[in-house]
């Protein structure tokens, strides 16, 4: 082969390999885009906050606790307590959110942070209007402020129009259940509270927070309803919870069927969902009242 054959040769050659190499390109599916700044979170209700905002795509990472099946493909990185630093490090969020009660934040938290390039975001949801403040928090890191502000302006509505729907209309003392027995309670001062007084109920106890109490202890609050909180409950707890009321049948609740099990996996979420949670116990408890179709949370 002369010269100048040998330079044609290669020529087609390398066509040939970069027309490969373009069809390889084309064949490759290309990775979603994720916005920056981009965020781990560790908090389900900070997750699903920023799936309702419309921020989804700023996740790079979720806790262990996220069920939500908009999440299944991002990776786990942990939980409150125990982060795994290595896949964070990898990962390099800009954003980490968290919720710890003051002065729990666990030791050398904030210097892993600091050490992968990531900033802590720690929430405190506790009540109702706690979510609002999640929301701008989230949206102002994110750097999507339009969009927070949108979902708390969809979520007070919401929330307004089924307080409004039961205006007027008897509050019924219900106990808030949140195990598959009837014995851990949700309390006043919380989020559960503040939705059981918006859906036309009274938290038959006085006690704050979240209480365990024992069978003579729930005999004497003689709740009129129950609404037991069991997100994503299987059959057998389902029986299990059943069975435990059948024991206690001079309960009034019990005595009026008045003992409802809510499964719904955001039941107890402080998160984009809390106006259908609302709406869900306005409908035990007052089934003639019309309820608005705003209650519905965004996809």
Not at 32 to 43: E, G, I, M, Q, R
């Given at each position: 082969m002369n010269q100048r054959g040998g330079r044609l040769w290669l020529l087609k050659v390398f066509a040939l390999i970069a027309l490969g190499a373009g069809c390889n390109r084309k064949a490759a599916a290309p990775a979603?885009?994720?916005?920056?700044?981009?965020?781990?979170?560790?908090?389900p209700a900070a997750t699903d906050l920023l799936m309702g905002m419309g921020c989804g795509d700023h996740l790079v990472a979720v806790s262990d606790f996220d069920l939500d099946a908009r999440t299944a493909n991002l990776p786990r990185v942990g939980d409150y307590q125990h982060a795994d630093w290595e896949k964070l490090s990898t990962l390099r969020p800009n954003l980490i959110v968290t919720q710890f009660d003051s002065g729990r934040i666990p030791a050398g938290f904030i210097e892993q942070c600091g050490r992968i390039g990531a900033t802590q975001l720690n929430l405190h949801i506790e009540r109702l209007s706690d979510i609002d403040v999640a929301m701008i928090s989230l949206g102002t890191a994110c750097e999507e402020p339009a969009k927070a502000a949108a979902e708390v302006k969809r979520l007070r509505q919401s929330i307004e129009a089924v307080r409004h729907a039961l205006a007027g209309r008897p509050r019924i003392r219900t106990l808030i259940v949140i195990g598959a027995t009837g014995l851990d309670l949700a309390g006043r001062d919380t989020f559960l509270d503040d939705l059981l007084n918006t859906a036309g109920g009274e938290?038959?106890?006085t006690a704050a927070r979240y209480v365990t109490i024992d069978r003579e202890a729930l005999a004497a609050l003689r709740p009129d309803a129950v609404l037991q909180l069991l997100p994503g409950a299987d059959a057998r707890t389902l029986e299990q919870a059943a069975a435990f009321w059948d024991t206690l049948p001079e309960l009034p609740a019990v005595k009026e069927h008045?003992?409802?099990q809510l499964t719904p996996s955001f039941i107890m979420q402080p998160g984009s969902h809390v106006a259908e949670s609302a709406a869900i116990f306005a409908q035990k408890l007052h089934p003639e009242a019309q309820l608005p179709s705003t209650t519905q949370a965004s996809p």
């Open positions: 979603p885009a994720v916005k920056s700044p981009t965020v781990a979170s560790l908090v938290n038959a106890t008045r003992v409802w």
